[in-house]
């Protein structure tokens, strides 16, 4: 199986910094590569499909890049809403999630 | 607008088996062209992808789950179902359902969970 590892599993950020979350395959899964954000209580929802396409809806601040085993989510400027869990997720072979990340406010 | 809603027993005893429905509103599972898959979240494992049906009723399933799993339509109802059996503690959970959104490129189909249900907690526990 595919195995998905995020980086950092939490990060403290302040509103307007730019972050950057990190997705690492266990082997190459081309472009098969997804974003979501999921609120304390609240179902996943998703951000970016297919490593760089945002869903509609979803504010340009949020860009998705990579290929092969190494991605990454970019916040451009953090707003107070951004403040949420993400998760990556690979749909090269059926289905896994990374671990998660944690974003909190500073 | 599609929209899943998971329901079932909140509580379920060791070694017995876990049902679960998941009702979609605003499109025909039968004859939609989409993978309906069940997801669940743990404290201790994070989300886990259990399996997915399409509207023909092929099914994948999570070999993780080592042969516990059946899920199966019940287009009369539009609904989906999950069935895990032998449940232990570890299969304490929030539930959702999802539909695979999808499109095919060169490279291939390039699947995504979107709508997701809202969830439903399941706790095993004597």
């Known amino acids: 199986d595919v195995r998905m590892t995020q980086s950092p599993s939490s990060l403290s950020a302040s509103v307007g910094d730019r972050v950057t979350i990190t997705c690492r395959a266990s082997?190459?899964?081309?472009?098969?590569l997804n974003w979501y954000q999921q609120k304390q209580g609240q179902a996943p929802k998703v951000l970016i499909y297919a490593t760089s396409t945002l869903q509609s809806g979803v504010p340009s601040r949020f860009s998705g890049s990579g290929s092969g085993t190494d991605f990454t989510l970019t916040i451009s400027s953090l707003q107070p809403e951004d403040f949420a869990t993400y998760y990556c997720q690979q749909s090269y072979d059926t289905a896994v999630f990374g671990q998660g990340t944690r974003l909190e406010l500073k | 607008q599609v929209q899943l809603q998971e329901s079932g027993p909140g509580l379920v005893k060791p070694s017995q088996t876990l049902s679960l429905t998941c009702t979609v509103s605003g499109v025909s599972i039968s004859s939609s062209t989409h993978y309906w898959s069940w997801i669940r979240q743990s404290a201790g494992t994070g989300l886990e992808w259990i399996g997915r049906?399409?509207?023909?009723?092929?099914?994948d399933y999570n070999s993780s789950l080592k042969g516990r799993v059946t899920m199966s339509t019940d287009t009369s109802k539009n609904q989906i179902s999950l069935k895990l059996r032998s449940v232990t503690a570890a299969d304490s959970a929030i539930y959702y359902c999802a539909r695979h959104s999808g499109y095919y490129s060169n490279n291939g189909y390039y699947t995504w969970f979107d709508p997701w249900g809202l969830g439903t907690q399941v706790t095993v526990s004597a």
């Open positions: 049906i399409y509207s023909s009723g092929s099914t």
């Open positions: 082997q190459n899964i081309g472009t098969y």
